[in-house]
């Protein structure tokens, strides 16, 4: 396979040599973008401030993303195709979407039947024929050919809580590295077997919730995520419930989960909504945080938490000393550069009805200082958002390399902000992939692991798809990149373990990355030549794991067999 590295737009910025960010500005770009998904939940007996999802994906495959946004019953769900000017246009209808009104939820996306095409999981309590139900769940199926269909009862996945409508957030993931998306839904219902770990088997799924997960039915689930804690590829479920009930389950690798919770030191969110995960310090480790609720005089509802992951599945909550532990009643959250100086931000939606403490609060930007405190930034950057926020994703729906907000509420009108980054110091980088030729790897590089090297910085991104409160970002890694004139490496680590490696590459583009394997060449740089030699010898008489140190012919040990694989290789490239 021929690697190949797809630029899809490109900007050049002057690289400065004085601020280490650009700076930073967000404004409110929902009217002049035509969304008017005005998201006020019908007929939910227990959820109507709880709801107000959407996500984001490029759904009919033209280079720009795209928008699900969830209604609530009365209408049709959106489905918001981006016309590459700046505007949308809602094509729910022509899409065959349009048909009837369900009470939705939570949205994921993940192209589940390996198909090419991006699918769309929502969660629903019901519908206006049914009334408040279960078994309303759908999974549409993309056709390719701009129409979606609702195969979610021939995919099984249709139904998860045993007898109500139940069901917050959903999120695709390849937990068993078969090259498929498996798929994690959540109930608050304790008790309503509303918690689900479905695995795929190839273009259906099977409920293997009781063998595979630890007992769940105490849980008051909201917010899943598939994430590699431990840099053995096979990712861990982290579980973001209600009332002191998230989960860290630890993946076993053979199909099952451990619960790690208490001696991970994770699991102290008093009201764990929200899900965002990230490397914070820039230390090679993915870090957790977790939206909660803080309450002024409340001795069990102190904040939001922030995991630092120390390794070994163990974790250091830091959330009140950073400073991000005060989000209101925090709900949907995410991790990004916002402002491209080379350290993750936080993002936060926050709002409740029956308080004037959470009316009116404005919603959260926590700048990273780089010294483990973060400031809070939202009102100095224009990021003024201040009703419901209940569901939040990021976005570059613009193409111009920053990384914009859509929110969506609970009864108020969604809401895109635009990133206006501005100054000669914010350079960056977008990865997608396309992992389409392999398939023992996940569709669009679920469960891909990247570390970009530039200006003395090492940032590492794991791509998963998991849900931030009823919604899911873009299927992209972001990296900013200050003023480094040139990427030194882009090192990726796939989820079959094997490794490439992409040298001087110039910053401020949006790439797709394709996987590239080439017989003998061992050290991953994606030509062979006279250093993969030398990495044999140097490794001579090793026993290695496949494909690294100088095995070339993925049997594990360093002998004349690999020389003769170089060999025969020789001079052959990804270009």
Request: aromatic letters at 10%; charged letters at 20%.
């Amino acid at each position: 396979m021929e690697s190949r590295m797809i630029v899809v737009c490109a900007l050049t910025l002057g690289a400065g040599s004085v601020a280490t960010a650009g700076t930073l500005a967000f404004t409110d770009q929902s009217a002049p973008a035509g969304i008017a998904a005005l998201q006020i939940p019908c007929c939910y007996p227990f959820a109507t401030h709880m709801v107000g999802g959407g996500a984001v994906g490029d759904f009919n495959r033209d280079g720009l993303q795209d928008m699900y946004i969830i209604v609530g019953g009365n209408q049709p769900d959106r489905l918001y195709m981006n016309n590459g000017d700046g505007t949308f246009t809602d094509q729910a209808a022509a899409a065959g979407m349009g048909g009837s009104s369900q009470f939705s939820a939570g949205v994921a996306v993940g192209d589940y039947n390996n198909d090419g095409w991006l699918d769309i999981y929502v969660t629903c309590f019901g519908s206006q024929a049914t009334g408040w139900s279960a078994g309303a769940h759908r999974l549409w199926r993309n056709n390719g050919d701009d129409t979606f269909t609702d195969v979610a009862s021939f995919a099984q996945v249709e139904t998860t809580s045993a007898f109500i409508g139940d069901g917050f957030s959903a999120a695709f993931g390849d937990y068993d590295l078969d090259g498929d998306l498996d798929l994690a839904v959540t109930g608050w219902v304790t008790n309503s077997g509303g918690n689900r770990l479905f695995r795929n088997d190839g273009g259906g799924f099977v409920d293997v919730t009781g063998p595979g997960l630890p007992a769940m039915g105490s849980v008051r689930g909201f917010s899943p995520r598939f994430t590699d804690m431990d840099g053995d590829r096979y990712p861990e479920l982290l579980w973001v419930g209600d009332f002191f009930t998230s989960r860290y389950l630890r993946n076993n690798t053979d199909g099952t989960f451990s619960d790690l919770t208490a001696s991970a030191g994770v699991g102290l969110d008093s009201n764990g909504m929200g899900n965002a995960t990230g490397d914070f310090n820039n230390d090679g480790l993915i870090d957790w945080y977790v939206s909660s609720i803080l309450e002024d005089g409340h001795p069990f509802r102190f904040g939001n938490m922030l995991y630092m992951n120390q390794g070994g599945h163990v974790f250091n909550e830091v959330g009140a000393a950073a400073g991000v532990d005060d989000g209101g009643w925090g709900w949907g959250t995410l991790a990004a550069d916002f402002d491209h100086d080379m350290l993750l931000d936080i993002a936060e939606v926050n709002g409740w009805p029956d308080s004037p403490e959470w009316i009116g609060e404005s919603s959260k930007l926590f700048m990273n200082n780089g010294d483990g405190t973060f400031a809070s930034e939202a009102a100095s950057t224009g990021f003024t958002h201040t009703g419901m926020g209940r569901g939040l994703v990021r976005l570059d729906y613009d193409n111009d390399g920053d990384q914009d907000l859509a929110v969506f509420g609970a009864v108020e009108t969604a809401s895109l902000y635009r990133n206006d980054l501005s100054g000669s110091d914010a350079n960056w980088l977008r990865l997608f992939f396309d992992t389409s030729a392999h398939a023992d790897l996940a569709p669009d590089g679920f469960g891909t692991r990247a570390q970009v090297t530039a200006g003395g910085v090492t940032q590492t991104r794991y791509l998963d798809g998991g849900a931030t409160y009823l919604a899911v970002s873009e299927l992209s890694m972001h990296f900013g990149l200050a003023d480094a004139a040139v990427i030194d490496e882009i090192r990726i680590e796939w989820s079959n373990g094997r490794v490439n490696r992409h040298l001087n590459v110039t910053p401020n583009q949006t790439m797709t990355i394709v996987p590239c394997f080439l017989a003998g060449d061992v050290n991953d740089d994606l030509t062979v030549n006279f250093d993969d030699l030398n990495t044999v010898l140097n490794n001579w008489g090793e026993t290695v794991a496949p494909f690294t140190d100088g095995d070339a012919d993925g049997d594990g040990d360093v002998d004349f067999d690999d020389i003769n694989t170089v060999l025969g290789a020789w001079s052959q490239n990804c270009a």
